[in-house]
């Protein structure tokens, strides 16, 4: 036995020997959540999730094995847990139902990391104020890129009607089919009312453009705060901090949701790639088959299809260029 060591015995036995934890053996089953409750989130704070089962508010948090996947507002979840909406009872999220759209960004254009924003909405309402503050026909290129690449529809929402002539503004997007209404403080909202009647509609704007205003006129107890434009940058304040999903009401009934968003400064197309931009114009698109490999459609590509189809005069050139003006919105500065 080398210097130093000592022989194991009885003694070190009773010292080492103690009792084991007993675990459970790992499987892979899943449990199957029979008793799951179907639920929709309308908010997300900070690790928390409001979210409405069978028309009750319950708050939740996202079950450990779902791990970091996003749970967004919008999104359709099986909960279960304490659905009781009591003061301080708390759910668990442990199933996210597979989303038939998804608004993303980035927060740069060569950011690789996207940012969803809300899920299962049909419908991206770009508000724009005609004056106070002056429109931003860049950011609003941006949005529609991000509704096509969506597969939502869009619409295009013009406030502050009183100060500036819509016209101004809807003869850049008549060549592209976008529909639009016109609007203005203490107005009649029917017109929108009509558009977002069993849809589910995302509202992004500026701030100060009139958003919140909107969303109070509709849903008379959202009770959204309303920020005011800086006279000397003519930019408004950001009021609303986080998305929340709201009830439509009509006549007694929920006809439709909306989604307030947060004012946006930026909206990042990173993501976005020339081929599912096309793919929202099918006539165009059409014109694009004998295009060479590799071509992206724009003004500067030789032996494009939609120059030919131009030339041919089987295409709108204005709408043509209108497609061209959002694709180069891609790489552009949003101002």
Same mark, same amino acid.
């Given at each position: 036995?080398?210097?130093?060591?000592?022989?194991?015995?009885?003694?070190?036995?009773?010292?080492?020997?103690?009792?084991?934890?007993?675990?459970?053996?790992?499987?892979?089953?899943?449990?199957?959540? $029979?008793?799951?409750?179907?639920?929709?989130?309308?908010?997300?704070?900070?690790?928390?999730?409001?979210?409405?089962?069978?028309?009750?508010?319950?708050?939740?948090?996202?079950?450990?094995?779902?791990?970091?996947?996003?749970?967004?507002?919008?999104?359709?979840?099986?909960?279960?847990? $304490?659905?009781?909406?009591?003061?301080?009872?708390?759910?668990?999220?442990?199933?996210?139902?597979?989303?038939?759209?998804?608004?993303?960004?980035?927060?740069?254009?060569? $950011?690789?990391?996207?940012?969803?924003?809300?899920?299962?909405?049909?419908?991206?309402?770009?508000?724009?104020?005609?004056?106070?503050?002056?429109?931003?026909?860049?950011?609003?290129?941006?949005?529609?890129?991000?509704?096509?690449?969506?597969?939502?529809?869009?619409?295009?929402?013009?406030?502050?009607?009183?100060?500036?002539?819509?016209?101004?503004?809807?003869?850049?997007?008549?060549?592209?089919?976008?529909?639009?209404?016109?609007?203005?403080?203490?107005?009649?909202?029917?017109?929108?009312?009509?558009?977002?009647?069993?849809?589910?509609?995302?509202?992004?704007?500026?701030?100060?453009?009139?958003?919140?205003?909107?969303?109070?006129?509709?849903?008379?107890?959202?009770?959204?705060?309303?920020?005011?434009?800086?006279?000397?940058?003519?930019?408004?304040?950001?009021?609303?901090?986080?998305?929340?999903?709201?009830?439509?009401?009509?006549?007694?009934?929920?006809?439709?949701?909306?989604?307030?968003?947060?004012?946006?400064?930026?909206?990042?197309?990173?993501?976005?790639?020339?081929?599912?931009?096309?793919?929202?114009?099918?006539?165009?698109?059409?014109?694009?088959? $004998?295009?060479?490999?590799?071509?992206?459609?724009?003004?500067?590509?030789?032996?494009?299809?939609?120059?030919?189809?131009?030339?041919?005069?089987?295409?709108?050139?204005?709408?043509?260029?209108?497609?061209?003006?959002?694709?180069?919105?891609?790489?552009?500065?949003?101002?």
């Amino acid at each position: 036995m080398p210097p130093g060591q000592r022989r194991y015995g009885e003694h070190d036995q009773e010292h080492y020997d103690r009792p084991r934890r007993h675990t459970r053996p790992r499987t892979k089953e899943r449990p199957s959540y $029979d008793d799951a409750h179907d639920g929709l989130v309308l908010t997300v704070d900070r690790g928390r999730y409001g979210v409405v089962v069978e028309g009750v508010a319950v708050t939740a948090m996202k079950a450990r094995p779902l791990g970091r996947k996003a749970v967004v507002v919008g999104d359709r979840v099986r909960v279960v847990g $304490d659905v009781s909406g009591d003061v301080g009872s708390l759910a668990r999220i442990v199933e996210v139902s597979d989303r038939s759209t998804v608004l993303r960004r980035s927060a740069d254009d060569d $950011d690789a990391v996207e940012r969803v924003i809300v899920a299962n909405a049909d419908q991206l309402v770009i508000v724009s104020a005609l004056a106070d503050p002056e429109p931003r026909p860049r950011l609003i290129d941006r949005a529609l890129v991000a509704a096509y690449d969506a597969g939502m529809k869009p619409l295009l929402c013009l406030t502050k009607s009183d100060l500036a002539d819509p016209e101004t503004l809807l003869v850049t997007y008549r060549p592209l089919g976008v529909p639009w209404v016109v609007t203005h403080k203490g107005g009649d909202l029917s017109d929108l009312l009509a558009r977002l009647q069993d849809r589910t509609s995302v509202l992004i704007g500026h701030s100060g453009v009139g958003k919140s205003t909107l969303v109070n006129a509709l849903v008379p107890d959202a009770d959204r705060e309303i920020g005011h434009v800086n006279a000397v940058t003519g930019r408004g304040r950001h009021t609303s901090t986080s998305a929340i999903m709201l009830p439509l009401p009509h006549r007694g009934e929920v006809t439709g949701w909306i989604i307030d968003t947060p004012g946006i400064r930026s909206f990042g197309l990173a993501h976005v790639q020339p081929e599912h931009l096309i793919e929202a114009f099918p006539d165009l698109d059409e014109m694009t088959e $004998d295009c060479p490999r590799g071509c992206t459609h724009g003004a500067d590509e030789p032996e494009c299809g939609l120059d030919e189809a131009v030339e041919r005069g089987e295409a709108d050139l204005a709408r043509v260029e209108s497609f061209r003006r959002l694709l180069a919105a891609r790489s552009e500065p949003a101002y």
